[in-house]
């Protein structure tokens, strides 16, 4: 069944390392959400796209963060440098296109450990 | 801005019994939606659960139902017949039907099926 992807699903890094994450939608999805969760702020919204547009990236720490959609089928979710702070569950979401506004359909996560 | 709160960080139920998960939110709209998640072990994110602001009937899906008290806003969570499987945590979460869809979440109830 139609499921939303992330590579990779475990990633530990060192500080200062580039790290990128990725997401597939699920197919025909053309709304896409990076959602970030840590014990201490629970799940948070970083930012999210429509038509590969981003529509709202107030969550996301500008310096090092950034969000893109080189095509329908990706999404990528980019830190540099990474610090220590950033350690925590990455979930990119997908939504359909002319579907309820509600739908978002998660993937199964990017655990990120920055040492 | 929207607030989501989960009091009871940790629940227990006994196999086979009731259990129920308090939820309250703040918002000045009239027009949203509520959600239950369900996140087990493998961190996948599970959609439970919706309701919709405007309709007075409470969903229910299987063993689920929900709670829905507008005036109080509050969205509470019944697991009927309570099955080992239903161990998880369980986030409550919000999303205005118009304008910016970020989903707001709650901070979690950690819940325990007992055998």
């Known amino acids: 069944d139609a499921r939303v992807t992330q590579t990779p699903r475990h990633k530990v890094t060192e500080m200062g390392q580039e790290v990128t994450m990725r997401c597939q939608p699920i197919?025909?999805?053309?709304?896409v959400f990076w959602y970030r969760q840590t014990m201490m702020q629970g799940l948070e919204l970083l930012a999210y796209?429509?038509?590969?547009?981003?529509?709202?990236d107030s969550g996301m720490p500008k310096d090092r963060f950034s969000a893109e959609m080189p095509d329908a089928t990706l999404a990528t979710l980019k830190i540099q440098p990474s610090e220590p702070r950033d350690s925590a569950v990455y979930f990119c979401?997908?939504?359909?296109?002319?579907?309820?506004?509600?739908?978002?359909?998660f993937g199964p996560g990017t655990r990120l450990t920055v040492l | 801005a929207q607030t989501v709160t989960q009091s009871q960080p940790e629940m227990s139920v006994q196999e086979a019994e009731t259990v129920t998960l308090s939820c309250t939110y703040d918002?000045?709209?009239?027009?949203?939606?509520l959600f239950w998640y369900k996140q087990p072990p493998s961190r996948q994110m599970i959609l439970v659960i919706r309701?919709?602001?405007?309709?007075?009937q409470n969903a229910t899906e299987n063993r689920f139902s929900v709670n829905f008290q507008k005036a109080a806003k509050s969205f509470s969570l019944k697991i009927s017949d309570s099955q080992l499987g239903d161990a998880a945590m369980y986030f409550c979460?919000?999303?205005?039907?118009?304008?910016?869809?970020?989903?707001?979440f709650g901070t979690g109830t950690r819940l325990t099926i007992i055998p």
């Open positions: 309701q919709e602001a405007y309709k007075q």
């Open positions: 796209f429509r038509n590969r547009a981003p529509l709202d």
């Open positions: 197919l025909g999805h053309n709304t």
């Open positions: 979401a997908s939504g359909p296109q002319g579907g309820l506004r509600n739908e978002q359909f």
């Open positions: 918002t000045s709209e009239s027009d949203y939606y």
């Open positions: 979460a919000y999303i205005r039907n118009f304008g910016n869809e970020k989903l707001t």
